[in-house]
């Protein structure tokens, strides 16, 4: 493999983002690593001082995604949606990278702040805010939001009356999401007018559109109707004799992999078909789990064991009450290994071939903390890891403290691994 110059200097520029401070990348990049050398490494360099559970945040993922976003989405400026994951390594990483920031409350903005990133560089993308938010946000420069409702325009008239407004819609058809987000936000497309007027009325200036398809799973050919029904607004709000709108935001629901490729034909088609005679169109988009969701490992270590016939029961020391929540939906599919470290500094085995159907429980007293059943796994002792890919999204952000049980959200470690399809290109 060839080194990547130009990629380390980013790296390098990436980690001096201020997110990093006071933390060490824990892998170098001449090493050919993969995510599992990473975790092995990590457990057997100071197994006394690994706190279980734990994350690596894998900056390799994001930087390619990121490329992979400019690839096929030249025209979209990516917002990301802090919700989804506000890991403030990850938030750096993002920032550095030329990331613009979905913000729906204070404390996101303020991690976003917090890292030099500059306001304008923020949406307020919560369509009902609190007064005292709303305030908040006048303070510190956060000058465009959405709304949904005339009850919005009205707090934010009186609280920040020089704000921007776009206008979130509900998308038509069903995209067939686990997570519709059409059920509380979004105006119909009968209440576009007098949301519109009510705004301007107010004095205030609506500049643009936006929608959410709905998360996980939402067909891609949902982005065309809904840029469809942006574009109506637009021209609804010329038909009423308003200043021209500018923004056309196209929201989440974007995964990676190759349904990203298909949204992103759907995309560009819409936006061309639809918005051709735009000349200052200015297109967002807010992607949340597709930069979260693969940038992330858990590591978890078996605390418990009991052998009931055939079946094998454990217990892991983060469960659904903290990062593992997604798994009990049966849209995500676990990926999940196993790590067993003996007494030798280098054996990490798992010879055994023969498996078991196992139960893996989270660590709360709650029987409904769950985290796998009917899961074939090699038999596992005491002490030995699961290791869990694919928990960047939704993951963390939805942990709780529940039985007094950290998840490993506090616990993350920085790591850069040699995978990469942007080296690829390159060689
Ligand atoms: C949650 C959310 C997103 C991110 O959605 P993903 O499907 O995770 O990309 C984007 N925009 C808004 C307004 C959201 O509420």
Not at 339 to 357: A, H, I
Request: charged fraction near 20%; include cysteine; aromatic fraction near 10%.
């Amino acid at each position: 493999m060839p080194t990547l110059v130009a990629e380390e200097s980013q790296i390098t520029n990436i980690f001096s983002a201020s997110g990093f401070k006071g933390k060490k990348l824990v892998t170098t990049l001449s090493s050919e690593a993969t995510i599992s050398d990473i975790i092995q490494s990590i457990i057997k360099t100071k197994p006394s001082e690994i706190d279980s559970p734990f994350s690596v945040l894998d900056l390799r993922v994001v930087i390619d995604l990121m490329n992979k976003w400019t690839m096929n989405l030249p025209t979209v400026k990516p917002f990301y949606a802090v919700k989804c994951n506000p890991n403030i390594s990850l938030l750096g990483a993002l920032a550095s990278l030329g990331a613009n920031f979905d913000c729906a409350s204070p404390v996101e903005i303020e991690s976003v702040l917090s890292l030099g990133v500059s306001p304008d560089r923020i949406i307020y993308a919560n369509p009902c805010k609190s007064e005292s938010h709303i305030k908040y946000a006048a303070s510190v420069g956060v000058n465009v939001t959405t709304f949904d409702s005339v009850g919005e325009v009205e707090k934010i008239k009186m609280w920040h009356p020089n704000c921007e407004l776009v206008l979130r819609i509900k998308p038509e058809e069903d995209s067939g999401a686990r997570f519709s987000l059409g059920l509380k936000f979004g105006a119909l497309r009968n209440e576009v007018p007098e949301l519109l007027k009510a705004a301007d009325d107010a004095g205030l200036k609506v500049t643009g559109v936006s929608f959410h398809i709905g998360s996980a799973g939402a067909s891609t050919q949902a982005y065309r109707g809904a840029i469809l029904l942006a574009k109506t607004v637009f021209e609804t709000a010329s038909n009423l004799g308003m200043p021209k709108m500018k923004i056309l935001n196209i929201g989440g629901g974007f995964t990676p992999g190759s349904k990203f490729d298909e949204a992103s034909l759907n995309i560009n088609e819409a936006i061309k078909s639809y918005f051709e005679n735009e000349e200052d169109l200015v297109v967002i988009g807010e992607p949340g789990t597709y930069f979260a969701e693969t940038a992330f490992t858990l590591a978890t270590k078996v605390i418990g064991k009991r052998v009931r016939d055939e079946l094998r029961e454990y217990w892991i020391d983060d469960g659904i009450y903290g990062t593992l929540s997604t798994v009990v939906y049966d849209y995500f599919i676990v990926t999940c290994s196993t790590l067993r470290f003996g007494s030798k500094p280098d054996e990490v085995t798992y010879k055994d071939t023969k498996t078991y159907p196992s139960t893996v429980f989270g660590p709360t007293c709650d029987s409904t903390d769950t985290v796998l059943k009917e899961y074939s796994l090699p038999e596992l002792e005491m002490n030995d890891w699961l290791v869990f890919s694919n928990m960047g999204a939704y993951t963390s952000s939805l942990g709780t403290n529940f039985n007094g049980f950290s998840s490993s959200a506090k616990n993350v470690y920085i790591a850069c691994s040699s995978l990469s399809y942007g080296a690829e290109n390159k060689s």
